[in-house]
């Protein structure tokens, strides 16, 4: 634990690590810049087996061990945090500006409702001149605020009263804990986008694939969403087969999908396939924000300026045709075809790329 003690103490910034000797020295002084906040750093190791314990002592910088996953180490961090506010971060988050901090409590304290979180503007590292338009969509929805689409990439910045309103995150998924707190955040508050950027690897993205980690983050939230937890207790078995460093392979998760469904009831299945198409039809927004995020990139807008053409005029049209019985027996039929197709693809062009 680290601490800048300029002042009362204010913000605990809590980050969970495992393995991250590679990020950490640059994380260490990029989050040292940051000024006119008096600060705790804790960070919570879930059993690194690399340098990063001795690269964190080297630093002067005392570390709390949990058990492995993010949910246990972020909630083991809060549970010694010390400040009125807390910044979840990830270990390979930056901050170009050195006020981010200031500005983002000074922003969420001016409406002086401590239901209010906020998390910052994302910006992908790539390296890249010009980012693809993946990238650059991405970074769009991620302001927008909208259900799902805010995760831990963009820090969560909130008052520790509303942390225990909330309450701890969860510990029983593998992964999306961050998204699950988001959306039991929105429950009881309301997330704004705060006025500083945070900056981002691209490096799962860049080894894996974007369009496949981004399209295994969909499927898992919406298995979240709906609540069908035998996925994720199945799935880290999935991704140990996985080489560390290598294209992601999702022809297995899908397969895993289809075997589980395979093995239940059929009134169960056809219950998982109603939630899943109700889930995408909730989300048919994202095709007309799609198309205007296109249109932004096209003209060369920030990711922060993207205006809403075909979202205004067939956002409307979209729920009124949709929100109906016979929409979302559609969506159910179309997805179910999906799902379908994009198996019997991916098995061929992953096993291709294999031989």
């Known amino acids: 634990m680290e601490e800048n003690v300029a002042s009362t103490l204010e913000l605990s910034v809590i980050v969970p690590v495992l393995n991250e000797a590679a990020e ?14 008096a600060y705790e750093i804790i960070i919570v190791d879930g059993g690194s087996t690399d340098a990063t314990l001795a690269l964190l002592q080297q630093e002067q910088i005392h570390v709390i061990s949990s058990p492995r ?16 506010w807390l910044l979840f971060l990830h270990a390979d988050s930056r901050f170009a500006d050195s006020l981010a901090w200031r500005v983002g409590i000074d922003f969420l304290s001016r409406s002086n409702d401590r239901r209010i979180a906020g998390h910052f503007a994302l910006d992908f590292l790539t390296g890249e001149a010009k980012k693809s338009k993946g990238y650059n969509f991405y970074e769009r929805k991620a302001r927008t605020s909208r259900p799902e689409t805010i995760h ?13 309103q909330v309450g701890d995150f969860r510990t029983d998924l593998p992964v999306m804990e961050d998204t699950d707190f988001a959306e039991r955040l929105r429950a009881v508050g309301q997330w704004q986008l705060l006025p500083a950027v945070i900056e981002t690897s691209a490096r799962r993205f860049a080894v894996e694939g974007l ?29 140990r087969l996985q080489a560390d460093a290598e294209r992601l392979r999702l022809a297995p998760f899908f397969a895993l999908v289809a075997d589980l469904l395979a093995a239940m009831p059929a009134r169960r299945r056809w219950q998982l396939w109603h939630a899943g198409g109700s889930y995408v039809r909730r989300h048919g927004w994202q095709l007309f924000f799609a198309a205007d995020a296109c249109r932004a990139y096209r003209q060369g807008r920030a990711p922060a300026d993207t205006p809403a053409v075909w979202q205004f005029w067939c956002t409307p049209l979209y729920e009124w045709l949709s929100d109906n019985p016979v929409g979302r027996s559609l969506a159910v039929l179309l997805l179910r075809l999906w799902f379908a197709a994009m198996r019997i693809g991916l098995r061929c062009t992953e096993a291709g790329r294999r031989g």
């Open 211 to 239: 369009w496949q980690r981004q399209l295994l983050g969909a499927l898992m939230m919406c298995f979240r969403s709906i609540g069908w937890c035998e996925f994720f207790e199945h799935a880290p078995a999935v991704y």
């Open 152 to 164: 831990g990439d963009q820090g969560f910045l909130l008052h520790r009263n509303l942390y225990q």
């Open 24 to 37: 950490l020295p640059a994380f260490l002084t990029d989050l040292r810049r940051q000024c006119q906040v």
């Open 69 to 84: 996953g993010r949910g246990r180490q972020l909630n083991a961090g809060a549970a010694l945090a010390r400040g009125d």
